[in-house]
C-alpha cells in the first residue's frame, strides 16, 4: 500500500510563492507517472502538473504554465510543486496522486492534501 503526505500549504498574499512536498511510502515506489492535483470548495478535483517517474518529462495545465514547476527526488521519493505568482484563484486543497502504470488511466490519491490559501 502507498502512502502520501503532501505538506507546505499555507496562506500567501497574491503574488507571493510556496513550495508544495508529496512523500511517498510504503511498497516499493516505482509508478509511471506523479501529478499534483487541486479541488477548490465546491468543485471538483481538477489536474494540475504531472511528471513521469523515470526520465521526468513534465506536463501542465495550461493555467500554470509559467508559473509552477513540478519536479522530483526520486532516491528519496519525494515530489514538489513550486507556485511563483499564486492568485486568489489558485486557493484550493492540492493533492499529489499517484498514476501506477501506464495502463491505468487515473491517478490514485492516498493523502489528506495541504490547503494553500491566496488572499490579501
Known amino acids: 500500500q502507498v502512502q502520501l503526505a503532501e505538506s507546505g500549504g499555507g496562506w500567501v498574499q497574491p503574488g507571493g510563492s510556496l513550495r508544495l512536498s508529496c512523500a511517498a511510502s510504503?511498497?516499493?515506489?516505482?509508478?509511471?507517472?506523479m501529478g499534483w492535483f487541486r479541488q477548490k470548495s465546491g468543485n471538483e478535483r481538477e489536474y494540475v502538473a504531472s511528471i513521469t517517474w523515470i526520465g521526468g518529462s513534465r506536463y501542465y495545465a495550461d493555467f500554470v504554465k509559467g508559473r509552477f514547476t513540478i519536479s522530483k527526488d526520486n532516491a528519496n521519493k519525494m515530489l514538489y510543486l513550486e507556485m511563483h505568482n499564486l492568485q486568489p484563484e489558485d486557493t484550493a486543497v492540492y493533492y499529489c496522486?499517484?498514476?501506477?502504470?501506464?495502463?491505468?488511466?487515473?491517478?490514485?490519491?492516498w493523502g489528506q492534501g495541504t490547503q494553500v490559501i491566496v488572499s490579501t
Open positions: 510504503g511498497r516499493t515506489f516505482s509508478p509511471w507517472r
Open positions: 496522486g499517484e498514476r501506477p502504470t501506464i495502463e491505468i488511466n487515473e491517478f490514485h490519491f
